[in-house]
């Protein structure tokens, strides 16, 4: 979340382009650490966590309330894993681990429009 306020604003294509990369990468090596540890959501693999809030940031404005809002609903989202997200994490193998979390954020990429259009006097 830092990292993406502090880099210069990234095209919305560009940033899609990286998490749809984030998440191939992040399927694969989770479905190894599943395989390597077997635990079914290893707690060393975070970049589910990365990919969860890159897709809440693409909906954010790239301003410090824009990213903290990103951060807080994707957090709330990925905890209390409200359904569609509790069912996407049944998902077999490193896809139901990136899958969760692509799914809170998500949720929480909507919520951010809803506020910020509600708040924006439109």
Known sequence: MLLWYL???????GLAAFLLLLGIIGTVASGKAIRETGLSD???????????QGIALLAAPHTVLGCSLAFVFFRVFDILKPPPVRWLEKAPGGFGVMLDDAGAGLLAAVLLQVVFFIFSGR
């Open 7 to 13: 880099l210069p604003p990234v095209s919305p294509w």
């Open 42 to 52: 290893p707690s060393c693999v975070v970049i589910d966590e990365w990919l969860g």
